[in-house]
Each structure stands twice: as C-alpha cells, then as structure tokens.
C-alpha cells in the first residue's frame, strides 16, 4: 500500500491530526481513526480535481453513500451532506468525514435521532412540515406504474406519520416529538427516508477499512 500520508501532511501533522480527532470523536481509537484519515484521503486522491479544497463536493460524496452504504435517494444524501458538512463551505472535509461517520456508524441512538432530524428538516427551521414530509416520502417510495393518483398514497403516509409523532398536535414534527416519538419506536428513526447504512453495509465497511490499514 502507498505510504503517501493523507494530504501530503508531514508525519507530525499526520500524528497530531490523529490524535485530535480520536478525543473529538471518542467512537473510534486511534488506530481506526487512522485508517480513516487513509480512506479519505483515497477517495480525495480518486477525484483529483478535489484536491484542491481538501475535501469532497456533494456530487463525489453522494457517490460514496451510494456506493459503500447503498444510500440512494438523491433528496436525502443531499441532505446528509449537509449534515456531514459542518461548516457549510460545500466540502466535507476529513474532520466532517470522521465526525459524521462516528455518528452514523457507531453513534448512540440519541445522536443518530438528532442526525436523522436534521437531514429530514429539509429548510433548517426546527420543524420537519407536512410539505417536507411529502417531498421526502414520494421520493423514496417506488413508484407502482398501477397507481392512478400515487400523491393520494402520499398524502396518507404523511397523516400517519403526524398522528404518530406529532404529540403537541400543531400540524409539524418537532425535535421533541421527533425524539419522543422514536424513543417510543425506533423504527420511526428513519420514518421519511433512508439516511443510515443499515448494519450489513456498515459492518462491510468497518472491516474493509481496518483490515485493509491494519498493517500500515
């Protein structure tokens, strides 16, 4: 394996980045932390044209959700990039990368419901409206090419979803009914799309990068 270290960094940044990110994160140890740090920096390194601003675009990191977490729904790895995109500069940079990947692959449930929250608030408001929930229930929903009005099957879901979780009754879905309505059913975690690798591919993931580092 090439002994380039990520971002052409001297070996004491190497180490000291390291290290800063294994205290920030406190999911993974070092030496995984590591093998992240390699990870990203081969996907930076596969899209040269990122080099630049040390960090990958929306377009190449949906890529890698789709391809290594089976993420598919554009309207909702859109979001998760911005999520994961801390600073809102349209990279996500490798201290985002290893942030947000402690979340969605090691995470407590109480940090993968504020994850989950704020990639379903589509406009940043505290709320996920009954207008976002549509957006983002007919976009992950197969279409049946039978169905002669779909966005009435829609419409159904998004009520179901509010008698579940909105608890204060005001027509929208807050944190705190977010939080209190998966605490009472974890699977409404992911209630308008899929924005977590399921277990198989975050198991197949975790092993291909630190066994691939492990000798490193």
């Known amino acids: 394996m090439s002994r380039i270290r990520p971002l052409d960094m001297s070996r004491k940044q190497y180490q000291q980045l390291a290290d800063t990110l294994c205290k920030l994160t406190k999911r993974f140890n070092r030496h995984e932390v590591q093998c992240l740090m390699k990870v990203f920096s081969t996907l930076v390194a596969t899209f040269p044209e990122?080099?630049?601003?040390?960090?990958?675009?929306?377009?190449?990191?949906?890529?890698?959700?789709?391809t290594t977490f089976g993420l598919t729904d554009d309207m909702i790895t859109d979001r998760v990039f911005r999520v994961f995109d801390r600073d809102n500069d349209s990279f996500v940079n490798m201290r985002e990368w290893i942030e947000g990947l402690s979340i969605i692959l090691r995470g407590t449930l109480d940090e993968k419901i504020k994850f989950c929250f704020e990639v379903f608030d589509l406009n940043g408001d505290g709320f996920i409206s009954r207008e976002e929930m549509f957006h983002m229930l007919k976009s992950s929903l197969i279409k049946q090419p039978t169905e002669e009005d779909p966005d009435e099957g829609v419409k159904d879901l998004v009520e179901i979803a509010l008698k579940k979780m909105d608890y204060d009754h005001d027509n929208k879905v807050s944190y705190a009914d977010f939080e209190k309505a998966v605490k009472v059913d974890n699977l409404l975690l992911e209630a308008f799309g899929s924005c977590l690798p399921d277990s198989k591919s975050a198991l197949a993931f975790e092993e291909q990068a630190f066994k691939k580092n492990k000798d490193d």
């Open 50 to 66: 990122q080099r630049i601003a040390v960090g990958l675009d929306r377009n190449k990191f949906r890529n890698v959700l789709h």
